[in-house]
C-alpha cells in the first residue's frame, strides 16, 4: 500500500462491538415485542427528509445541529432529528390510507450535532410507539402499561413511573386568570428545587407580574404530594370549578384506577405534579419513569398526550399520545448497575476443531446442536486445544464440546462446562437427545430460538 | 396555520407502512436468529463515516453516488454506500480488541444517489454476515450452510446456490500464461451469453490479443456443465498441473462434499464455472443465490470470500468470507411470488370496546391474552361494533372478541372468527384456558412469542 488511512470514527459517534451490540440488540427485540403485543405496527420513514420538512419543528437547538446539505439533485436535505417530526410528516401523508385508530412504533437512529460530551452522542437511537387519532383515556392506559410491561420484561423492576396531566396546571392558571402568564409562570416554577419556595414567589410576582396570592396558588399545586387519593383530593381543591383542570384530574384517576386494576404494583407508579417535560407540546397526560437504583439518569421512558401531531402538514386533526424508550441513556444504566454481562458471543457452544480429518463430524454435531435452537460455533482451524479454549473464554462460550478421531469413533464428546471447569462424555451418536439435554442444563435454554 | 408543508418523500426514498415493513421486520429477524445460531455477532457502525475512508473503496460509480457534505466542524464526511468499506475500517481498529476468527453480522441500511428506476432505491438495507481472519475451508462451508438455512427459515424452498472459485479461472489463466489480460479476458467472457461462442472467441484473440488455442480453452472452461461430479472432472482436465486452479478444486469438492454430509439436498446447489460476480474483489469462492420460481430478479444472496478486507487501513493480514442477504430485492420478489400476506397489525386479536363503563372488564382480558403471548389490541373507542369490525377487517386482525354487560357479568365472550365469519361463546371467567385454547386454534400461535 502506498499509504494506509487511518481507521477511525468521526467525533460523537460511535462503533458498537459485539459485547455492547448484543444488549442493545436484546432490548430492541424486547421492545418490538412488547409493542407488537399491543397492537402497534413497525414503521420506517427515510433518514433524508426534505429540509423544510425538519426545519423549525424541534427547537432553535434541534435546527441549529441538525446535519443538512444538498444532495446531487440541488435539493436542501436533512437527516432527521427524531422520529416524532418524520411521524407526523408520515401521518399527514398516509392517514387516509392507515385510517385511525393508528397505532405504529419505530425503532430507529436519528443525528444530532450536538457538542460531544459525556453521554451525548451524535447519533443515538429511539424507540417511540405512538396511538394516533384517538382521545380516549384508553390509549392514555395502555401507554403506562406499555412502559411498565416493557421495563419489567427488559430485566428491570425496581422503577416508577410517574405521571401528570398538563390540563391540571392549565386548569389552575385558567382558574386564576393567568393563562397568558404560563410561559415566565412556568419558567420561575422550574427554579422551585434551586432557589426554593421564597425565592420562586418573590420571582413570579416580579417577574410575571402576579399576586403573592395567585403565586401562592401556583406554588401550592407545585407541591402537592402523598398517596393518590391525597393528590388527587389535594389538586381537586385547588382547581374546583375549572373544567380544563377537573376533566384533567378525572383523567389521572381514570389511569391510576386501571392501573391499580391491571394489577401493575403501587409502587411502580406515582402521581407527580412537578413532572413537566416539554410542556409547550404535550397538552394532556405526561409520563416520566426513573429507576430507583439510579434516578440520577433522569428518565428513561417518556412521553405524552399531544393535541394535533400533523397540523403543520395536513388539515386534519390528529390527536395522539406516545412516548419513547432512551435506549441510550437505559444501557448506560445498566451499565452502571452491572447489568450486563461481558458477552462477546450469541452461541454459547462452541465445537473445538480437533481432528482436520473429521470435519464432516464435526458439522454434523453442530447440525444436531442448531436443530435444537442452541447455537454452536465450529472453530474454524485445527489448531491447538489449549489456543482454542483460550478463545472460547476470552468469547464468552459457556460450553466447549471437545472430541478427537478415538471419541468420534466411538460415538462420543466430552462436554466442558467452561464456567466450572467440569467435564462429562456423553454418547452422542447413541443418544443424541442426552447430549441436547446436558446442553440445554448448561446454556439454560430450553426451547427453539 | 398560515402555511402547511406538502407532506412528501425525497425521490428515491420510501415510507413502509405497516403492512410492508412487517414482512422486512421479519426477514430481519430470521437473518438475526439464523446468524447468531451459527455464531455470528451483531455489530453496529456509525451510518457517518470520514470522506477519506469511504472514497476509492468502492467503484467510481458508489464515488459518485454517495452523499457527502461538510460537518458542523467543517469535517467531510460521507453516508456509507455499503457495509463492507466500515466492516474494513471497523476490522482495522477494533481487531486487536476483537480477536480472531472474528464472525459478525450487520443489518443497517446504506446508500447511494443512484437515478431512481423501477426496483432502485436510494435507501436499502443489507444484511451481511463475514467471517474474517482464517482462510479455512469451513467458513467457506459455513456461508453456504447459513445461506440454505436463512432461505428455508424466511420460508423459500425452491432456490440454488450457485458456487464457484475464483482460483478456477485464475489457475486456468496462469497456465495459459494469460494473468496480465485477466481484464480484456473477462470482459469478452461477459458477453457470452449475448454475443455468441464464435464472436467471443473472435474479440478475445482482438482485443486482449491472445491465440485462437488459448480463447478457445478460456472458452471450454465458461462452458463446463453437467453434475457437480462431472463439472469437477471437466475443470481439473482443464486446469491440471496449475497449483492455484487444482487447490480452488480441492476447496470447491470439500464444500459440496461438506453440503451432500450436511443433508442440503443436491438441487439447493450447484457448481456453475459461469459466476464471476465481482472478479476484481473476490479471490476463493463466490456464490450467487437464484430463487427457481423468478430466477430474472437475480442473485437474492451473495458473497464470496476475499484475501485481504483492510490493507487499506493496516497492515495486518485479515482474509475473509461474507456474504450478503438483498433485503429489498428479496422482498420484491416474494410481493410477486404472492407470499406475503396483506396483513396490517402484529397482534391476531381486537377486543371490541362495546360498554363504556366496562374498561376494566376490557382491560383485565387483553391482559389475560397478553400473558399467553398473543397479541390483543384493545379499541379505544366505544364506537358502534359495525365501525369496530369494519375497522378489524381492514387491519387483518383474525379473532375479534365481544362482550357487552350481559355477557361481562356472566363470565363470558363471543369470539369472532373474521376469516369465517363464525362465532362462539367462551366462559372466560371460569375457564380462562378455554379461551386461550380457542385463541391458539384460530391464529395458529401456540408459544408465547
Redesign the interface.
Known amino acids: 500500500?502506498s499509504r494506509?488511512?487511518?481507521?477511525?470514527?468521526?467525533?460523537g459517534?460511535?462503533?458498537?462491538?459485539?459485547e455492547t451490540?448484543?444488549p442493545?440488540?436484546q432490548i430492541m427485540?424486547t421492545a418490538?415485542?412488547v409493542y407488537?403485543?399491543?397492537?402497534?405496527?413497525?414503521?420506517?420513514?427515510?433518514?433524508?427528509?426534505?429540509l423544510?420538512?425538519l426545519t423549525g419543528k424541534g427547537s432553535e437547538e434541534t435546527d441549529r445541529?441538525m446535519?443538512?446539505?444538498?444532495?446531487?439533485?440541488g435539493?436542501e436535505?436533512g437527516?432527521r432529528f427524531d422520529l416524532t417530526v418524520p411521524l407526523a410528516?408520515?401521518a399527514?401523508?398516509?392517514i387516509h390510507?392507515?385510517?385511525t385508530?393508528f397505532?405504529?412504533y419505530h425503532i430507529a437512529?436519528v443525528?444530532r450535532?450536538e457538542s460531544p460530551q459525556a453521554g451525548r452522542f451524535r447519533?443515538f437511537v429511539q424507540c417511540d410507539f405512538d396511538?394516533i387519532g384517538?382521545e380516549?383515556?384508553?390509549?392514555d392506559?395502555?401507554t403506562a402499561?406499555v412502559i411498565h410491561e416493557l421495563l419489567l420484561e427488559i430485566g428491570i423492576a425496581n422503577f416508577k413511573i410517574k405521571i401528570n396531566n398538563r390540563q391540571v396546571l392549565s386548569g389552575l392558571l385558567q382558574k386564576l386568570e393567568l393563562s397568558d402568564k404560563t410561559v415566565p409562570v412556568l419558567r420561575s416554577l422550574d427554579k422551585l428545587d434551586k432557589i426554593g419556595r421564597d425565592a420562586v414567589c418573590t420571582e413570579m410576582q416580579a417577574v410575571a407580574e402576579i399576586s403573592a396570592e395567585q403565586a401562592n396558588q401556583v406554588l401550592k399545586l407545585a407541591e402537592v404530594q402523598g398517596s393518590t387519593a391525597q393528590i388527587l383530593t389535594s389538586i381537586e381543591e385547588l382547581v374546583r370549578g375549572n373544567e380544563t383542570g377537573e376533566l384533567g384530574i378525572e383523567r389521572l384517576r381514570?389511569i391510576t384506577?386501571?392501573l391499580e386494576?391491571?394489577?401493575v404494583p403501587s409502587e411502580r407508579y406515582q402521581l407527580d405534579v412537578a413532572v413537566a417535560r416539554g410542556l409547550d407540546y404535550y397538552t394532556g397526560v405526561i409520563f416520566e419513569t426513573m429507576l430507583g437504583d439510579l434516578p440520577s439518569i433522569g428518565s428513561i421512558c417518556s412521553g405524552g398526550r399531544y393535541d394535533n401531531l400533523?397540523?403543520?402538514?395536513?388539515?386534519q386533526h390528529l390527536p395522539g399520545i406516545g412516548a419513547s424508550l432512551g435506549l441510550d441513556r437505559l444501557l448506560a444504566a445498566m451499565e452502571t448497575l452491572k447489568m450486563i454481562q461481558p458477552v462477546?458471543?450469541?452461541?454459547p457452544v462452541?465445537i473445538a476443531?480437533f481432528d482436520k480429518e473429521r470435519?464432516?463430524d464435526y458439522?454434523?454435531l453442530a447440525?444436531l446442536i442448531?436443530s435444537a435452537?442452541i447455537?454452536?460455533?465450529?472453530?474454524?482451524?485445527p489448531k491447538k486445544l489449549a489456543a482454542q479454549l483460550k478463545?472460547a473464554d476470552?468469547?464468552g462460550f459457556q460450553v466447549a464440546i471437545i472430541a478427537g478421531s478415538r471419541e468420534l469413533d466411538a460415538g462420543l464428546v466430552q462436554v466442558k462446562d467452561l464456567a466450572n471447569k467440569t467435564s462429562q462424555e456423553i454418547a452422542w451418536r447413541e443418544s443424541p437427545e442426552d447430549l441436547l439435554t446436558a446442553l440445554r442444563d448448561l446454556t439454560g435454554i430450553r426451547?427453539v430460538?
Not at 13 to 18: I, S, V
Not at 36 to 50: A, C, H, K, M, N
Open positions: 500500500m494506509r488511512i487511518q481507521p477511525r470514527t468521526l467525533k459517534f460511535r462503533d458498537f462491538l459485539p451490540m448484543m442493545r440488540e427485540e418490538r415485542r407488537r403485543r399491543y397492537g402497534f405496527s413497525p414503521i420506517d420513514t427515510p433518514v433524508l427528509e426534505y423544510e420538512i445541529q446535519y443538512r446539505f444538498q444532495d446531487h439533485g435539493r436535505v437527516m410528516r408520515f399527514a401523508q398516509h390510507t392507515l385510517g385508530p397505532k405504529r437512529p443525528w450535532g447519533e396511538t384517538t380516549s383515556v384508553v390509549a392506559i395502555e402499561l381514570q384506577q386501571a386494576h391491571s394489577g400533523a397540523d403543520l402538514y395536513t388539515k462477546r458471543t450469541p452461541a462452541l476443531y470435519l464432516n458439522l454434523l447440525k442448531r435452537g447455537g454452536v460455533e465450529l472453530f474454524p482451524d478463545y476470552s468469547r426451547a430460538t
